[in-house]
């Protein structure tokens, strides 16, 4: 999961922080750079479609499961949640969120 086709104004928007605290979602050049000096990069694909259907996927099995899901998080939780796996399908399909598959040799072999 890196930053996709979203700008300043607009990460600051996303709530990224609530769900992965503590934690900063890189760009995909910074996960080149930082292999660069041991690994070569040869095939990187994207499909942040994959991710959307996931977290929809989740979403729908949140709404299936309302009542056990209230009665073990509580209902702020469940809401949570079910708006961050919506909410976060809709960011990957609009491209704000990559879903990187990247593959690398060392180099020198």
Not at 73 to 102: M, Q, W
Request: glycine share 8%.
């Amino acid at each position: 999961m890196t930053w996709g086709d979203a700008d300043g104004p607009q990460r600051d928007r996303i709530r990224i922080h609530d769900i992965f605290p503590e934690s900063d979602l890189p760009e995909i050049a910074e996960f080149v750079a930082a292999a660069h000096p041991h690994l070569e990069l040869v095939a990187m694909e994207n499909r942040p479609e994959d991710y959307a259907e996931t977290l929809a996927g989740w979403a729908d099995g949140l709404k299936a499961n309302r009542d056990r899901a209230v009665q073990i998080v509580g209902a702020d939780r469940y809401k949570f949640y079910l708006e961050s796996c919506k909410g976060g399908a809709v960011l990957y399909r609009r491209r704000r969120f990559y879903l990187c598959r990247l593959t690398f040799k060392r180099r020198g072999r």
